[in-house]
Structure formats: C-alpha cells, structure tokens
C-alpha cells in the first residue's frame, strides 16, 4: 500500500480556484482523458462467473486490510480495558490525541497542496459536511470508550451489531445502494461466526475482565449509542472520500474532531481527569492506542472506496478472535476450541459476501454516476480503475 494512504496520485498541482469542483479538475487530472460510456462496463465484466471478484487483486486487498483494521481496533480495544483496569476512564480526553495526530499529518498536506487560500476555500463549501462526519465519529468513540467504564465487552460487542444495521439501512436509503443476495447471506454467515465467539466467551469468561461499576444497563446504553454514532459515521465517510482526496477528508476529519473533541474533554473529563490514575504504564496505554487508531483512521478510507461501510463492518467482527489471541499474553487468557471454528466461519461469511461479484466489486459507486464521473480519481476507486487500468488499486 506504501505511502498512498495519505496521498493522492496526480498529474499536476491542485487548482486553488477549483477546490469546489468537479474531482477530477481538483485533481489536475486532464478534461481530455474521458471516461467512454462502455468502458467501465468493459472492464467490470471482463471476467464471467460467481467467482470473478475473487480473481482480481482487489478481492484479497480488502480481505488482508480487513484484518489488519480488526488488529487496530482489537488493539485500541484493549488499551481502553487497560486504562479502565488501572483506574484511568477518561472517554473523550483519550481520543483527542488521535485527532491531533491526524490533523498534523494530514491537514499540513492539504494546506501544501492546495494553499491557504485554497484551504480557506474548502472550509466555505466543503467544512459543514466535515463538521457532521466529525462530529458523528466523535461521538461514536466518546460513548463506545464510556461504555467501557459500566460494561462488559461481551455486551459491547453484541450491541455494536447495530452498527452494521444502521450502515445497511442508511446506505440502502440515502446512498440507493442495493444489497445482493450473496451480501444479505455473506452478513448473516459473519453474524452467525460472531455467535459462535460470543457463545465461546460465554462458556469460559474471557470477557469478564472488564467489568468495572456493575452498572450493565448503563453500559449497553452507551454502547448503543455509540454503535449508532459509527454506523452513520462510516457511511458519511464513504460517501465524502468517494468524491475527496483520502488526504483531505482524514484531515478534515482530524481538524474538525479535535475542536470538538477538546471541547467535549473539557466539559465532561475534568472530574475524570482528576481522580485518573496517572503514571508511566498509563501513558503507554495512550500511546498505543493513539498510534493504532491513528493507522486505523488511515487504512479505513481506502477499505470504504475499495469495498463498502458494509464489509468494513463485517470485516471488524473477528476483532473478538484477535482479542483474545492478544489477550493470552497481556491479560492471560485461554483459547477456547471453538474459536477456531468461528474465526473460519466469519472469513466464509467474506467470500458469500462477494459471490457473483463483478470485477469491479463495490468499489463501483451507484451515488457517483455510471461511470463514475461524480467520484474522484484515487486510490481504491473504480475510477481510477477505467482512466489508469495499469494500476493495483
């Protein structure tokens, strides 16, 4: 994937003036390169058969970048059980380095590519629309990590279910997205794997670690909430970096949630922050999962063009297996036989996801247009895919 996370290829600099245009003239890509109406479906079904999705490149790029965004949020999930455990429960104050971390990454590029004029440009037409994503992601980590301080992960776990529910149903209005079969099947299959994790944390206790106030109610509320927050938060970013550069939406995103972040720190964590407990094994904890939420945030732009919020969601559930395999050395856990078997399950459930797929997959947007001439040329998308057919994603 190198270095294309944070940047966009382009043939020459940004247009300051045309920030609020069409992508492809933000890009500097060239108007006489037009995308010909059969080329697309050319290229979509240049392979026949159930199978063909699984024969591209593509296909085994979402599935290894699936796993590794389970490994990242398995990691931060952790560090939140960490900090819980030793007395440390400051929800909003622990995420705010994240969109710190972002915002100087990614912010100083946009302002280097498009300059302050062009940026002051961006905030005019495009910040409200970034305001909402951030706020939405926002929120979704406040109450996930508050969730944390009543909860159990089991329960939380279960409940982030609902986060791929709203996904399903938000896309299928707002964005006119239209489930296959295979994709119902491939969701349930990948639930039912997920059963299986939860049954097997049932039976031996895995999860009972994390218990902190006894207030379990509380604790699921928060959860559903947060679940809601980052159901609508992943299909407002899929939408936004399907038309934007990964560099500008990630650091729209970190701009904006560190003003509200902060803010939110500061009215709801200053007695949290008081009473934290604060020493050096803490402040590894924050780095850690600063550093793995700071790479999640990068990776999950490209899994939203190449695939969907959909399968980002699903490809999330065998962060319950990592969990525990990370789990046997930092809180001594044990693997229980079933495990295996659900971890398998879920994967299956990947591949009925994409049976009878096209080449193109889902990385073909039907809010873009049919040729995709509303979206934007990047990395990942189908786009670039029909202009520069050489590339590998």
Same mark, same amino acid.
């Given at each position: ?17 045309? @920030?609020?245009?069409?992508? %492809? +003239? ?6 006489? *390169? /037009? ?6 479906? +050319?290229?979509? +079904? ?11 490149? #593509? ?8 796993? @590794?965004? /389970? ?8 560090? &939140? ?20 971390? =972002?915002?100087? *990454? ?15 440009? $961006?905030?005019? #037409? ?6 909402? $994503? ?18 159990? *992960? =089991? ?11 709203? @996904?399903?149903? @938000? ?28 049954? %097997? ?6 999860? &009972? ?13 928060? !959860? $559903? ?37 902060? !803010? ?16 050096? /094994? ?10 793995? =939420? ?14 969907? /919020? ?30 295996? *078997? !659900? ?19 889902? %990385?073909?947007?039907?809010? $873009? ?25």
């Amino acid at each position: 994937m190198d270095d294309k996370t944070a940047v966009e290829t382009t043939t020459r600099a940004p247009d300051i003036s045309k @920030v609020n245009a069409p992508a %492809s +003239e933000v890009h500097g890509v060239p108007e006489a *390169i /037009a995308v010909h109406e059969t080329d697309i479906d +050319e290229i979509d +079904e240049s392979k026949k058969g159930w199978w063909a999705f699984f024969t591209t490149r #593509s296909f085994w790029i979402v599935l290894v970048l699936g796993q @590794v965004l /389970a490994l990242c949020i398995t990691a931060t999930n952790t560090f &939140s059980s960490l900090l819980v455990n030793v007395g440390t429960s400051i929800p909003a104050f622990q995420t705010f380095f994240n969109y710190v971390l =972002l915002n100087i *990454i990614y912010t100083s590029y946009t302002i280097y590519r498009y300059g302050f004029k062009g940026y002051a440009k $961006l905030l005019l #037409s495009w910040g409200w629309k970034y305001i909402i $994503l951030s706020f939405l992601d926002v929120e979704g980590n406040y109450f996930t990590v508050l969730a944390y301080r009543y909860g159990t *992960i =089991l329960s939380i776990q279960l409940i982030n279910f609902w986060a791929i529910v709203i @996904v399903v149903i @938000v896309s299928f209005l707002f964005l006119h997205v239209r489930y296959h079969w295979s994709q119902v099947a491939g969701i349930l299959v990948c639930i039912g794997g997920f059963g299986i994790l939860l049954g %097997s944390d049932h039976i031996t206790g895995n999860n &009972s670690y994390s218990v902190s106030s006894g207030d379990l109610l509380k604790g699921d509320l928060f !959860a $559903l909430l947060g679940a809601t927050f980052y159901g609508l938060s992943n299909v407002a970013e899929e939408y936004l970096v399907s038309q934007r550069p990964l560099y500008e939406v990630v650091g729209q995103l970190g701009f904006w949630g560190m003003i509200i972040n902060g !803010a939110q720190a500061g009215i709801f964590d200053r007695s949290s922050f008081r009473t934290a407990t604060w020493n050096g /094994a803490v402040g590894g904890y924050l780095v850690g999962y600063t550093l793995c =939420l700071t790479i999640f945030y990068s990776l999950a732009p490209i899994m939203f063009r190449l695939a969907s /919020a959909a399968f980002f969601n699903i490809s999330l559930l065998t962060g319950n297996f990592w969990g525990v395999i990370v789990g046997v050395k930092v809180l001594h856990l044990t693997i229980h036989w079933m495990y295996p *078997i !659900a971890f398998v399950v879920i994967m299956i459930g990947h591949f009925v996801y994409y049976l009878g797929k096209k080449v193109l997959g889902e %990385s073909r947007k039907p809010w $873009l247009g049919h040729n995709q001439e509303d979206g934007v040329d990047g990395v990942g998308t189908a786009r670039r895919r029909v202009e520069r057919g050489d590339v590998i994603v």
